[in-house]
């Protein structure tokens, strides 16, 4: 069960506001790399958690931390916005054929939510839930979250370096720091489960017998001009889930048949001379 | 620029056509665990990779053989399809009120496509290009790739189960093969950068003076009644940046203010209450 | 900011576990009648509220709710996919062509999940965040409200019914309690606010000038032989917002020109034809 | 069965082309907010209207004048587009690295549509129809109702302001005053259903046995720190819908288990060490 | 400005009702095969008509026919819902773990809809207007409308075939038939263009000068190992426009560069290696 | 199966990066108008190729060079993001309130792709492949792309026009010729498959006894006030199939019967008044 308390995970301060970096921020509120994925990423996986309950857990505790995450930033937003024209004069439009706020500026910012944080991102397009992944596997969730974070912290420096504004640096580093924790935890997660190698191939659990295991270990050079990339995924060493050995096929040859399907059965309103 | 040769790049049998099979092998083309996604995002980082020339060629590779894989599983589709009910008769509703196979399978694989693949998900729910992850930053690129393994052999393994049908089996243990392969991959990747540590924190080249560091290693227990999870994250060793200390914070205070937006402006059409 | 305790806001128990339900109950999660929608609309409504601080604090308190409603109801997923087939003979598909189950669920429930809850409709479409309505104007913000909470309770008194199973009604039968509430507290928000007759027309600080006030109170008949439908609307007595009269337009005329768009433009990419 | 006449239902006039603003208005037919929406919900409502022929007729009557609307708000664009930039030169990127009406209108506006109208909304995003709600319930349907009208006059008010165009102002001035009567007879049709109280909760046909009562009167603080709001919600009168007394509870506790799914079954690809 | 008569376009009538024929009839409504489809696209396509009159008309008039196709097809899918299960008994559950009925129907049906019709397509996935095509090209709009009509016909012909219903068969031959008309009459409007030898290439307003000519007529054999297959694109007689010469190059290669971004920025946030 | 060589297509040259110009670029990768659509389009349509051998075969090599565009056009993209701001003083943001490159490009170009290509259109909506037509019927699909490179070209011929920079000019006149042979290419199919006449309508294996003839052959004019649009459509000569007379019906009357779905029935979760 959730609770709330009335501050901010974080204390939120910008000096000028600026409507434009506001659709900039909506990137880290509702983008793929942004708050309400992970925050929504945690929580279904933890419902979904089975084994050992400290993953379960630590899913729990931090998608609750992502959540007061999207609040602090939802209140950097609406600060971003308080002095965005709502008006034709104000946005400029008296001065040339159209203002470079209210053209830079994303519209429903004015128009949809009045001035305040919305669920999209820095495009205007709202998130969808397609983004949560959690698959019942905690290896695979475990580097999910890992990546998820990774992608979140490329944006908050992109979004540090995008703005002057010390009150939204401040906050930024904030974000950027907290990203370094959530990728070392998920990371640390799966040394727990006794590191990559024997968490790989994920999942783990899966039969050798169901593996066509003379295709697990080469690097395949579909290229018809470069030679294969040479390195560790090359080398002759052992690979990294330490079952096989890092191999290339220095040329894609087809295995299979030429595909075909033959005529079109009657009823499926294929033209006639399909049949 | 691509080429292509007419024969599959694997054997595709199918001894007992089964389309609610056919509805559940969609997911392996059109989820976002499945063939589409990765072909794409590896094209995309490839299209958007800087630095050394290995990991752009290894991309566009990984890219077209995905391509591939996609064309034989669209084959195995229409395979099992083969003798889906194109009229009511077939579909048994003759002999009930509604047939199974009628209920069970995809719609629109009768109505739609004619008897084939389509870009969807097991759901019908077309794949859509918000996930591909292209970052532009190679860490959280190959991050990104080895979950999409991940997920995506999670899948296989699934759909390998699902089945009775040795065609479908032993083309299966040929894409968990593949998966695994990709998976050491990316990941041997990363070994060639330096390795997880070294990695770390991705993106590696934000300056710590963006970073509040003092917030970059504490796990954080939001829970109000759980003692926090022990573990690696948490067991005072060295962060896997090697930049720091694992610790935690038993309880989780807020940081910043009560936000308040305090009245709404005059032309912001909020109701007069507000104003 | 956020907390969590470890117990479920209501007790959860699913005596016989059923695939079928578990992806009509995720219309309750993942739906635009069911949970993530409520919790996360009062949450963005919270972060963009201006004026009477009491308004925030309840859209933060139920959004809080809300968000404990998503847990539990993950868990009754969950507890109905305990048994749901992972192969093929569990499936029944050895019996029949194909197996009413295999069918009848959510593919995704298996193939993705794992056998657990995804932010994701009975079919199995993603939520997406277009359907958070956080307009800035608290008017229509407890209407939207009150609407989605009339939904949802539609919704689970449609559920309840669907189902034979005690623990899932039990759980239901709290749920449509909490709409009941819900649904009653933006009314009573709207009260508080001097009732619909003072908070009509929505926004209600729209200026008089601004609005072609000779148009604001007639119903229009666009129908070409229908009698115009009497009630409250076309009585002649005042309108709810106390500015008019009801009153009615029993034929539709056209009031404008007859559009004329011209010929194309050059460089237009047109048609000669049309230039 | 529908018809048309080839007149506006109202004049539309545009002083001043602005592309900018066309992107604006946008909003107004492809938003959420927007006349598409409100054509297609009460068209739908009205197909699957049951009970009182009188509510199907006025959905019907009320869905064919908002495709009017769409049609003179699809002029509106078109003619604020008449003169925006089909080159380099006159988007004026000549003489700055950008030009600001380029880089400030929708591209598709040029690229896609022709300098004319599209399905979408002022970020480009196309209608998608989720939107269109329509429950069987008319009580439910009822409010939806309202509340669009409510978040389209809000709309149409911020559009008003944002626009200098005498034009401009007069059509949506028009729509200013189309959306009050639309709100007032939605809120009329609830008055001819018993009102408010008689229609509350929604829907007002479950049976009491089907609600846990003790769980519908009270408001639930979910803070941690803060006193409950007081109000109508909380003041120990009746509810709205007459059932009832409103209460609240000052601290919310959870009811339920602490959940727990135990282990991953075998063949569900989890990690072998959830097993 | 559109107005509505009470009656049917097309009399409809169900014999047998059928909630999971009411599922595969939805793809009329809101598949991209669809009537919402053509209604909008014909309806912006006319919005955004340029040059003669007539085919603005055209495309209003059978966009108006368009929308009376929604009206009766909903009406059908909401009768072939009169019997829906709308509790566990109803639905079969009783008698096997899971019923056909309620495994086979789109359960929005009775969740969302209340037994009527939805504007989604037959896996429920709702419609999306980025499928109104409207070019402001009145060629490419009318091979879009030739195209969206025989994707119909198809449609109503495979759906013809799923049902013995009589009265489901004789409203699909109607629908069957318009569709012919309607491929008809956009061709037909092609043909008063000058035909295809003269609308193309689309758009022939398309300077010669901005086309590098050499590469328009040659198609383009991108395989290893098949042969060109012969036919009109390649037999040396004249293309389709006028313009030139159908020839082939059996073996293509690439005439660019090989592609080099060279390293990241600084301040990009990639890996430092990149850099 | 696919295989990639090392070089572009064709060369891609960018004299003045403008990563506003990047912005609009992106609708001929991920906008529907675009490259991804028609790879993937033919692709799909490959796969699922009934009949005649040689039509597969164009399809497969057509797709494959489609692939080829996706990749240099995603080069331009990123050639025309070389210089864009990636901070506030880049921005311009220390001029003025916000810099008109800041507002006017696309924000994730720095935020998500670290300053590449994306599969999004010139909003920034990602691409989705429900707009992958591929219907089994070779007449169907040979119209559905005929019109996809008609509004492909029309896209290419104005993005030629939008850009003053030689090196992106000479490339978009490459597209705009392979764009007139991919016309030029599937028109030719449809005059091997016989001709327009012959292949009408589509399908033409639907037996006539299918179709309501009498309904087949008449524009139907819906208009209240307009005069039938005269031409090849209605002149009374034969219609294009062959198989009948163009005619017209000036009024519009409706067939079929007034809609009523009486009361709602019990657990319909209605309100008691529909009941």
Redesign the interface.
Known sequence: ????????????RVDTP????A??LQ?AI????GE?RVA?QY??QA?????????R??L??????E??H???L??AV?LNLEKA?????E?G??D?????????????H???????????????????????????????DM??N??AE??G???A????????DAGM??M???L??????H???W???I????G?EK????????PEE?????????????????ET?????TNGGP???GR?T?TARDK?E??????????????????????
């Open positions: 069960m959730f609770h709330h308390s009335s501050k901010l995970q974080y204390e939120v600026d409507p434009v970096f659709k900039y990137q509702g983008g793929v790399e309400i929504m929580f279904f419902m979904g958690a089975r084994g050992d309950k400290r993953f857990d630590m729990m505790m931090t998608a609750t931390e959540l007061s999207i609040e602090f939802g209140h609406a024209p709502l008006d034709a004069q946005a439009a008296a040339s054929v159209v203002g470079a706020i209210m053209g830079g500026m994303n519209p429903r004015v128009l949809s939510s009045g001035l305040s944080a919305m669920p999209v991102n820095a495009n205007g397009v709202p998130f969808d839930m397609s983004h949560i992944y959690a698959t019942g596997n905690i290896g695979a580097l999910a890992a990546m990774s992608s912290r490329v944006l420096s992109r979004l540090y370096n995008m703005t002057d640096k401040d930024l580093s904030f950027i720091a907290r990203d370094t924790m990728q070392q935890q990371l640390a997660a040394e727990e489960l006794g990559i968490c790989m191939p994920v999942p783990n659990s899966t169901h593996e066509a295991m003379k295709h697990s270990y080469y690097f395949l050079n579909t290229s018809l001009d470069e990339p040479q390195g560790v995924w690979s990294m889930d096989g890092y894609a087809p295995e299979g048949q030429v595909p075909d399907l033959g005529k079109a059965r009657e009823k499926s309103a294929a033209q006639t001379e399909q049949m």
